[in-house]
């Protein structure tokens, strides 16, 4: 009997988010749908809060807890584990204080990763201002450097770039100043906030600079949608394809999961990481 061929695997370090449509039950879901053995370390847990207006709920994950899941998941599937598929391609999401940014960079710093994707969550509602600030500050100073992928919302690629985002020329100008800033490939996400009838997304990684194109699927953003784009492009990275081929089928992969979104008793609806199949 032949042996099964070992799935390409891909770890995301972020925050559980309680309805399922975000954070790294998102992530874990855009990995099987891509056919990637998905790996979770939770660095937070957020629950919306609907008798305050859906607002974060932000509890953060003992820092010891958040190193030893890094350990344990490193000792399996990392380069000196032996594994038949190792683990060198990660996601960054929401990681929510700069405690825990110190000991993921720590991790990242020892972990021989090839692929750092980050989708910088740089706002998480319901956390006090000084302390978003530092957060901020602790993750373009200490994860920024370290990726090679970075996939910014408009709010994102404004605050990294120090540009204003208005048009698809300046989120053209965003894309490059990241790229410059940071030397990772970068998904400059302008989504439903541009005006126009496509929700359009730049891809710049220093030689090549292109605009993805979807029709928008209405005019609302949609919960998961940010998380799902930065775990397709870690789940193709992982199995081999270029950054450009990453973004590419990553931006078909959540147009359809926005199509196919799910509604809910929430003031939102989620992105369905199976919408791509149905």
């Known amino acids: 009997m032949t042996s099964a061929v070992a799935p390409a695997i891909a770890l995301t370090i972020a925050g559980s988010e309680a309805t399922g449509g975000a954070g790294a039950q998102a992530d874990l879901k855009t990995f099987q749908e891509l056919g990637v053995f998905g790996i979770a370390n939770l660095t937070c847990i957020v629950s ?29 599937y990392g380069a000196a584990s032996g594994a038949p598929s190792v683990l060198d391609t990660v996601k960054i999401g929401m990681l929510g204080s700069p405690a825990t940014i110190s000991t993921v960079e720590k991790a990242l710093t020892g972990g021989s990763f090839k692929h750092v994707v980050l989708d910088p969550v740089l706002i998480c509602k319901g956390q006090e201002p000084g302390h978003a600030l530092d957060t901020d500050q602790a993750l373009k100073a200490q994860i920024l450097p370290l990726a090679t992928f970075v996939t910014p919302n408009h709010f994102e690629a404004e605050s990294l770039s120090g540009l204003t985002i208005t048009d698809e020329a300046s989120l053209k100008a ?57 775990a397709a492009v870690t789940a193709e990275l992982a199995k081999g394809a270029t950054p450009l081929e990453a973004a590419r089928t990553a931006k078909a992969f959540v147009t359809a999961g926005i199509k196919n979104r ?17």
Request: glycine share 12%; charged share 15%; proline share 5%.
């Open 48 to 76: 919306f809060n609907p008798q305050d207006n859906w607002n974060h709920r932000f509890v953060p994950v003992d820092q010891q807890v958040i190193a030893d899941q890094l350990e344990a998941t490193t000792a399996a």
């Open 262 to 278: 799910v509604a809910s008793g929430a003031p939102f609806d989620a992105l369905w990481q199976g919408g791509a199949l149905s």
């Open 174 to 230: 965003a894309a490059v100043r990241i790229h410059e800033i940071s030397g990772a490939a970068v998904l400059a996400k302008g989504g439903v906030r541009l005006e126009g009838p496509d929700a359009v997304d730049v891809y710049y990684d220093g030689g090549t600079l292109e605009v993805l194109r979807a029709p928008k699927v209405g005019e609302v953003a949609v919960s998961g949608a940010g998380c799902s784009l930065a």
